[in-house]
C-alpha cells in the first residue's frame, strides 16, 4: 500500500513538472531568448522561414533555414558547435518589427548568404559575411564597421578588412587535439608552429609577419594538405616577435618556456609584456573607438536589437521597455528645448540628440528638469539617498519612488510665475471692478 502511495505522489509530482512544462512552453513567444539544443533548432527550422539569431556574449550569427539544411555540416561546426564551446548562449527568431530584420532581411533575400557573424573585438564591430558561388564553394569576407573611428597611434594596431576566401575543409587543431597525450599534443605544436614561422618569416630568426597577431589554435586548419592560417583580419603594422605569437597562445606556461628554449628566443619579461604595443589596449585612440562604437555593441549585443524600430535606440532591454515608457511620459521635448536651446551641444552620438535621452543621460546631471511637472533638484533635495546614490531622479522615481509612494515636486519657478500670474490676474480684476464701480 505505502508503495502504491509512493508511485502515485511520484506521478503527480511529475504531471505537475509536465504541466508546468507545457505553460511555459505556451507562454514563449518568437522574440524570446530561448536556450535549445541542435535537435529542438532544426525542428524549429523546419516550420519557418524567418531569420534566427543566436548569441553569446559579444556574438551574434544570423541565419536562415535553408542554409542550415543545405550546408547542415558546415552551419553545424561554424556555429552551433562554436557557441556550444563558449558555454552560454540564445536563440530567437527575429521580430518583423525589430532593428535587425529590417537590416538584414534584404541581405537574406540572396539564397546564397548563409551566415552573417558579428563579433566584438578590441572596441569595434566586426562583420563577417559567409555566402557559396555557383559552384556551391562556401566564402568568407570581413569587414569592421566603425573602423573608420579609429586612429592608428603608436599602439601600431590597423585594422583592414579581409579579401574573400574560401572556407577550407578540414578541423581546428584545437578539436584535432582533443584526446590526444602530452606528447602528440607537443608534437602537433612542433608542426604547426615549423609551418607558421617558415611560411610568414620576417625579417630575422625571433621575427614574423604581423598576420600571425591571432595566431592561436582555433585559426589554423588541419586537412590532409596540411595546415592552414586562416583568420587574418587582424593585421599587426610590422613584424611581430615570436615570442608574443608563442605567448598569446600558452601565455607564461611550462609549454611557453620549452619552445623559447627550443626556437631560441629572448624570453619576454613581465615589463616587456607590460609595454609590448599589442598588450597596450588603453590608448586615447582605442578608448575613442570603444565610445563611437558603444551604440554598435549595444545594437547587436544586447536586446536592443530585437526590440521594435520606434524604440531601438534607447539602452534598455525588452524587460525595461516599459519603465522607458513611463520615463518619457514625464518629459516635454519642446518645453526641454525652449528651456535649454543649446542642451545638443553635450552629446556625442547623433541618437542622443533630443530631449529625452539628453536628460536621462546628461540633463538631470546640470540639475535641468524634463518638464514642469518634474522638478530634479527637488526630488534628490528631498530625497538624500537617491542624491547620495547619485542616481537620476527620474529613473529612480519611475523604477522606485512611485511604488514607495514618494511625492514629487513641480517646477518650482514655474510655480512662482503661476502665482505671480494669479496675483496679477486678481490685483487687474479689482482694479476693474473698482473703475466699474
Not at 600558452?250 to 629572448?266: C, M, Q, T, V
Not at 544586447?302 to 534607447?314: E, H, P, W
Not at 515608457?325 to 552629446?347: H, K
Request: proline share 2%; glycine share 6%; with cysteine.
Amino acid at each position: 500500500m505505502a508503495n502504491t502511495e509512493n508511485e502515485i505522489k511520484a506521478l503527480k509530482r511529475r504531471a505537475a513538472d509536465l504541466l508546468k512544462k507545457v505553460k511555459e512552453l505556451q507562454s514563449a513567444k518568437n522574440n524570446d531568448l530561448l536556450k535549445s539544443s541542435f535537435t529542438e533548432i532544426l525542428r524549429m527550422l523546419q516550420k519557418t522561414d524567418d531569420i534566427f539569431y543566436m548569441r553569446s556574449m559579444g556574438l551574434l550569427f544570423l541565419l536562415k533555414r535553408d542554409a542550415v539544411f543545405e550546408h547542415y555540416d558546415f552551419i553545424k561546426g561554424y556555429v552551433f558547435d562554436y557557441l556550444n564551446r563558449r558555454g552560454d548562449w540564445n536563440l530567437g527568431i527575429l521580430p518583423r518589427d525589430c532593428v535587425l530584420y529590417e537590416k538584414h532581411k534584404d541581405i537574406f533575400a540572396d539564397n546564397n548568404i548563409l551566415v552573417l557573424k558579428y563579433i566584438a573585438r578590441n572596441g569595434l564591430v566586426n562583420k563577417s559575411v559567409v555566402s557559396t558561388d555557383w559552384k556551391g564553394q562556401i566564402f568568407m569576407e570581413s569587414s569592421y564597421l566603425g573602423r573608420e573611428n579609429y586612429q592608428n597611434d603608436d599602439n601600431g594596431l590597423v585594422y583592414a578588412d579581409q579579401p574573400k576566401r574560401a572556407i577550407i575543409d578540414g578541423i581546428s587543431v584545437r578539436d584535432y587535439m582533443y584526446g590526444k597525450s602530452y606528447e602528440e599534443r607537443m608534437l602537433i605544436y612542433h608542426n604547426v608552429y615549423n609551418h607558421l614561422f617558415t611560411k610568414y618569416a620576417g625579417s630575422d630568426y625571433t621575427k614574423v609577419s604581423g598576420e600571425l597577431l591571432d595566431a592561436h589554435m582555433d585559426n589554423v586548419i588541419v586537412n590532409n594538405q596540411g595546415f592552414h592560417f586562416i583568420d587574418k583580419d587582424i593585421i599587426y603594422d610590422g613584424e611581430l616577435d615570436k615570442s608574443m605569437v608563442l605567448y598569446r597562445q600558452f601565455g607564461d606556461s611550462a609549454e611557453y618556456k620549452y619552445f623559447i628554449r627550443y626556437y631560441n628566443l629572448p624570453y619576454m619579461s613581465a615589463e616587456y609584456k607590460e609595454k609590448y604595443p599589442l598588450e597596450h589596449r588603453n590608448t586615447e585612440a582605442m578608448q575613442q573607438a570603444r565610445e563611437l562604437n558603444g551604440y554598435l555593441f549595444g545594437l547587436y549585443f544586447s536586446g536592443r536589437g530585437l526590440l521594435s524600430v520606434a524604440n531601438y535606440s534607447k539602452g534598455y532591454t525588452q524587460k525595461e521597455q516599459e519603465l522607458y515608457l513611463e520615463e518619457q511620459e514625464f518629459i516635454d521635448p519642446a518645453w526641454y528645448e525652449q528651456q535649454y536651446p543649446n542642451f545638443r551641444d553635450d552629446v556625442l552620438h547623433e541618437w542622443e540628440k533630443n530631449a529625452v535621452q539628453h536628460y536621462m543621460k546628461y540633463g538631470w546631471k546640470k540639475g535641468y528638469n524634463p518638464s514642469p511637472d518634474f522638478d530634479t533638484e527637488a526630488y534628490l533635495a528631498h530625497y538624500a539617498n537617491v542624491k547620495k546614490e547619485n542616481m537620476n531622479p527620474l529613473y529612480h522615481y519611475v523604477k522606485h519612488g512611485k511604488k514607495e509612494g514618494r511625492a514629487i515636486f513641480k517646477v518650482a519657478a514655474l510655480q512662482d510665475n503661476q502665482e505671480q500670474m494669479v496675483v496679477e490676474s486678481v490685483s487687474e480684476d479689482v482694479v476693474t471692478n473698482n473703475e466699474q464701480e
